[in-house]
């Protein structure tokens, strides 16, 4: 990617827009954001995530969260705003990304990285053998039956990091909507998921016995392709 210092048109609106942007951040604070306001800002992550995503395929995959985020956030304002969202200060309700952590060492996956990234994304990252297995513990039983049946006897997680994220996002997406999963250039997969999904993703987990991941685990075989993003 060549990028040029050469003045013009888009120097020049990049300028407006950042201007504008602190303009907005000084005016803003939690007591005066609006559905409709919100649902603007967001547009605009949309669309400026839109345009950078055009320097390289590299620079695309970053900027995928985006949109996800942004959908998130509206999603969240007008809950608020239909008084049916828990904010204490603006913020989710707290503990979220505490509980899962809690709930994936219930079940033996340690190696991972949870986050909450203010009131609408989470974010957990783990090896891809352990997403492999977090899909298939957040699979409904009979997806999850026939998951079991078809893999093979060379152990869970045994498939590439592009199976374990589509799987992933896979199994997310039947506790939520606006879950995704892509692979990380260091080869672990990363899900972002709103804190709703996540606590029925919690719910999910806490409802099946922590000794569900010790034994002989299975692969998921190659019914999954691809990474998975929404």
């Known amino acids: 990617m060549k990028l040029t210092g050469e003045p013009g048109g888009v120097e020049a609106l990049a300028e407006e827009a950042v201007v504008a942007a602190c303009t907005l951040a000084d005016a803003a604070d939690p007591a005066r954001w609006s559905a409709s306001a919100v649902e ?43 008084g049916a969202g828990e904010f204490v200060g603006g913020r989710a309700t707290a503990g979220t990304s505490a ?32 997403a492999q297995a977090l899909a298939l513990l957040l699979s409904r039983r009979d997806a999850l039956s026939q998951q079991a049946q078809q893999g093979a006897e060379g152990g869970w997680g045994a498939g590439p990091a592009e199976t374990a994220a589509a799987a992933l996002a896979d199994a997310l997406r039947t506790h939520g909507t606006g879950a995704y999963a892509r692979v990380l250039s260091s080869g672990q997969v990363s899900a972002g998921l709103t804190p709703q999904t996540a606590q029925a993703a919690v719910a999910a987990l806490t409802a099946r016995p922590g000794a569900a991941s010790r034994g002989k685990r299975r692969g998921l075989g190659p019914g999954f392709r691809g990474v998975a993003s929404r």
């Open 99 to 130: 509980a899962l952590r809690q709930a994936l060492v219930a079940h033996g996956l340690t190696r991972h990285r949870v986050h909450q990234l203010g009131a609408a994304l989470v974010t957990v990252t783990l090896d891809a053998p352990e």
């Open 40 to 82: 603007d800002v967001a547009a605009a992550l949309e669309v400026l995530a839109g345009a950078l995503a055009q320097l390289d395929p590299e620079c695309a995959e970053i900027l995928s969260v985006v949109p996800v985020a942004a959908a998130a956030v509206v999603e969240r304002a007008e809950q608020a705003d239909a």
